[in-house]
């Protein structure tokens, strides 16, 4: 935590805004830079530091039940991971990254419907979460263009460096909403 928040305040941002409560004043300042970032690496810096930032409960219970599940997952223990994340999620219900990590895992086990429904109730926890917007557009491309395309508009505003989900943004458009003359 100490090392993001030396990359924080390098970043230009006062110390006001690393005040308590720290971890929300980060973010906000975080995002705030992603969507000004003028390259593509900064961009990416900023990205894997709010990673970072979510990947932290605040409990070294629900961080120690969510690195077994990943173990799992890596694994292909499958049923074991999705005891771990389902216990993290009932223990710790305000923590975004454990419902999209959730989803990720009802996602490889087949369950899209799961899935949409937990990264929906990441991104009620946190509506900034850009990688939920991505996972649940991917889920609802097939059912409902339209309200992916707004997910991943949404997530390009967030963060406007990332060529990746521009051509993703651009390619959905036209099949949405066609081509302009």
């Not at 961080?63 to 216990?87: F, G, P």
């Not at 999620?89 to 419907?113: C, F, I, K, N, T």
Request: aromatic share 4%; charged share 30%.
């Amino acid at each position: 935590m100490r090392r993001i928040l030396v990359a924080f305040l390098a970043l230009g941002l006062s110390a006001a805004q690393a005040g308590a409560p720290p971890r929300a004043n980060l973010l906000d300042g975080l995002f705030q830079k992603l969507r000004q970032a003028e390259d593509p690496q900064t961009a990416a810096q900023l990205r894997g530091m709010i990673a970072a930032l979510w990947s932290r409960s605040g409990s070294p219970t629900a961080d120690l039940l969510m690195a077994r599940a990943e173990t799992a997952l890596r694994a292909q223990n499958a049923d074991v991971a999705a005891k771990l994340l389902d216990r993290v999620v009932s223990l710790y219900p305000d923590w975004g990254q454990a419902w999209r990590r959730r989803a990720q895992s009802a996602v490889e086990d087949g369950d899209r419907d799961a899935a949409m429904l937990d990264l929906s109730k990441a991104l009620s926890i946190e509506p900034r979460d850009f990688l939920a917007m991505r996972q649940l557009s991917e889920l609802l491309r097939d059912s409902r263009k339209a309200e992916a395309l707004d997910l991943l508009r949404r997530a390009a505003e967030l963060d406007p460096q990332d060529a990746g989900l521009a051509h993703e943004v651009e390619a959905l458009s036209r099949e949405v909403e066609g081509r302009g003359i």
